[in-house]
């Protein structure tokens, strides 16, 4: 901690309500300004062990008392008297800003103090920051870009904006940065730093305690890393803050990620519109417990079309290619941000129903050996951000259902289904028992889903495949940490408009695990025909030929079979079990009716053994038709099998004067003569056939 905020040799002492102080330490102690999100932290310590904390704010009471001593009114009157005048001047200083306002920053000129204070509280769970270090995707491809270039981190100093728990840190670390700043808000500092101290790397990584935009660092920065996207890219004004962190970065210098992409394309879906059309039916009602409802439908329809939908889609829903605007990391102002303004020109590439806008962003890392893309397009794995939808204006809760619950940019409590299981991603669970697990489910949520986002029109239009629709997307900031989107669109060469304004802050997190389904009547050739035609193209890859007993596949490949059959050695005769010609020329023949004989002949072989054995449909005595074999099998065992009984598998594909080869047809080969010459003189040579 710096030496400015740092106070020794001072005492405490504690006033009673006559006006009368006693010690409340022994000996004298040592005080300590410190960040905290709403204002500052007065930690009080003994031996190295804080014994009080008091928080400073803008309601904080407290005072100078005299010229060396503070006093702070509480539910005990603290005293705190300085060892000299300047130092008692430099705390009061230090508290003064606080309380008067003058402490004013970038962040909270442009944040709401409630909106700051859930924000930085959300952030501080360590489940929160789980659930992100468990995106498998997010997290892989920020240390993949890192550490792929590592020229631009070997022997760097490193800034890490909004570090967390410190994971990007540890890979600027790994990938050789000489000196590293975390530098964090909420009190998520304190368990980055645990986990610095516990990996060792204290003097590689340094821990800060603070907003980017209030702290004070050493030097400039040869690399600036974040995560700073929320849903839409643009929700939670992060991307602010991670520009504002430029003014620590040398000329020439590189950011991580490097510049972000987002995507908007019309698309239609018929089933998420009537889905927010019918929530609003329960404001028909027109004799609820006696009450009627039915003049705020209006109103519940309106804020539900507000509502952006965040969840997975099938690209094909998609009516035009994306329109894509970009932003340069490197160069953008915070400025260019309060407003973003994106034209909008898609040249219509299906007749349809267009119900909205759909809305995912990419984002690059552009490094001097290679270029890394982290992206949340519908065609990807999915991220913690998902993929986020808005209708023109107005669809039933399924798996989750969610009502007026604070996320990252969410002023919402949560309702879960509990029944509901995620197999896709197990990071978050849906029992709901206390307010502190709705704040836990809401990080989750937010942070599973968010990259792929929909918005509503308020009206779907129609257009025809080859129209021109033009229009344009409008985000404005507000001090809630997000932004107002408005959009408007119209279909060139009419009078056909569409609009709607949406409140990024309330989504609707509509997930429910199931694959997202490709959009209705887009077939034009049969289901049924192309699902037997790709079994039978299947089938001939793996069709069974015959040659000699030995099953062949497609290519030609031998592939011998370890079907299971029985050689039963009965009382009187070696008796085999039949083993039909499984091909009976089954080329040709479906992958499904194939298995149907196999499992036929099967059967077969598993009856009870009858007096003849039919080959070929041929009538044969057993004892003559299998002849050969009995010079195969040793006589200790025939006439142990005599006595009891026995069977010993053989390949399921051995048929009557088929070459036999050692080790290979018969098994197991324990108690089998395995004698060459006695094998050849079963039947045909190879070449004879």
């Not at 929530?279 to 109103?299: I, M, P, T």
Request: a negative charge; charged letters at 15%.
């Amino acid at each position: 901690m710096a030496a400015a905020r740092l106070f020794e040799h001072v005492y405490v002492h504690v006033l009673n309500s006559d006006g009368d102080k006693r010690l409340k330490f022994d000996v004298p102690v040592t005080v300590s300004i410190g960040y905290d999100p709403h204002g500052l932290s007065c930690k009080i310590s003994k031996d190295d062990n804080v014994e009080v904390e008091i928080p400073v704010d803008s309601k904080t009471e407290c005072c100078k008392f005299g010229a060396k001593s503070y006093l702070f009114a509480s539910h005990e009157d603290l005293l705190l008297t300085f060892s000299s005048a300047s130092d008692a001047r430099r705390f009061h200083e230090m508290v003064f800003k606080v309380r008067v306002g003058k402490e004013a920053s970038v962040f909270n000129e442009r944040t709401d103090d409630s909106s700051a204070t859930q924000y930085f509280q959300f952030y501080s769970y360590l489940s929160q920051q789980q659930n992100m270090m468990q995106d498998y995707i997010r997290t892989g491809t920020y240390q993949q870009a890192i550490l792929s270039n590592m020229t631009d981190f070997k022997d760097c100093i490193v800034l890490d904006v909004g570090a967390g728990s410190g994971i990007l840190s540890f890979f600027a670390a790994q990938a050789g940065a000489k000196m590293v700043y975390a530098v964090e808000a909420s009190s998520m500092a304190h368990h980055c730093q645990t986990l610095v101290k516990s990996n060792n790397l204290q003097n590689r990584i340094k821990v800060i305690a603070g907003k980017i935009e209030e702290v004070d660092l050493p030097c400039s920065v040869d690399i600036i890393i974040s995560e700073p996207m929320g849903y839409m890219l643009y929700n939670e004004r992060m991307l602010e803050t991670y520009i504002h962190a430029r003014k620590w970065l040398k000329p020439n210098g590189k950011m991580f990620p490097s510049r972000g992409d987002l995507h908007v394309a019309p698309f239609c879906d018929e089933g998420l519109y009537y889905e927010q059309l019918n929530k609003a039916n329960f404001w028909y009602q027109n004799c609820f417990h006696g009450v009627d409802l039915s003049h705020l439908r209006d109103e519940a329809l309106n804020e539900y079309l507000r509502q952006p939908i965040v969840d997975t889609f099938d690209i094909s829903i998609c009516l035009a290619k994306s329109v894509r605007h970009t932003l340069d990391f490197t160069t953008a102002a915070e400025e260019d941000l309060h407003h973003l303004e994106i034209p909008l020109e898609f040249h219509i590439l299906k007749s349809s129903m267009m119900h909205g806008l759909a809305f995912w962003f990419d984002v690059a890392f552009l490094g001097s050996t290679q270029t890394v893309w982290l992206s949340t397009a519908p065609t990807e794995p999915l991220t913690h951000w998902y993929q986020v939808g808005a209708s023109l204006v107005k669809p039933s809760l399924t798996g989750i259902r969610l009502v007026s619950y604070y996320s990252v940019g969410c002023d919402v409590a949560v309702i879960v289904d509990p029944t509901h299981t995620d197999t896709q991603t197990p990071a978050w669970s849906t029992g709901i028992t206390s307010l502190v697990d709705w704040y836990h489910q809401l990080g989750r949520l937010d942070h599973q889903l968010g990259g792929l986002v929909r918005c509503l029109l308020q009206k779907p239009v129609f257009v025809k495949e080859g129209q021109l629709v033009t229009g344009k997307v409008q985000l404005i900031a507000n001090r809630r940490q997000s932004y107002d989107v408005k959009l408007a669109i119209q279909i060139e060469g009419t009078a056909v408009t569409g609009s709607n304004t949406l409140d990024l802050k309330n989504p609707y997190f509509r997930y429910t695990g199931a694959a997202p389904q490709p959009p209705p009547g887009n077939n034009t050739t049969s289901p049924s025909e192309n699902y037997w035609h790709q079994v039978d193209e299947q089938g001939a890859k793996q069709a069974l030929n015959m040659v000699n007993g030995i099953t062949v596949n497609g290519l030609g490949e031998v592939a011998l079979d370890q079907g299971a059959s029985l050689i039963t050695l009965g009382a009187s005769s070696l008796q085999l079990a039949p083993t039909l010609n499984p091909v009976a020329n089954l080329a040709g023949v479906r992958v499904g009716q194939q298995q149907q004989i196999l499992q036929q002949q099967q059967r077969s072989v598993a009856a009870p053994a009858a007096s003849t054995t039919v080959l070929n449909h041929h009538a044969v005595a057993p004892a003559a038709a299998y002849a050969p074999l009995q010079h195969l099998v040793n006589p200790v065992l025939r006439q142990t099998s005599s006595a009891g009984g026995g069977s010993f598998p053989v390949n399921s594909a051995l048929m009557i004067g088929d070459y036999v080869t050692p080790g290979s047809i018969l098994l197991p080969t324990q108690g089998l003569n395995m004698n060459p010459s006695a094998a050849a003189a079963v039947g045909h040579s190879p070449s004879s056939h």
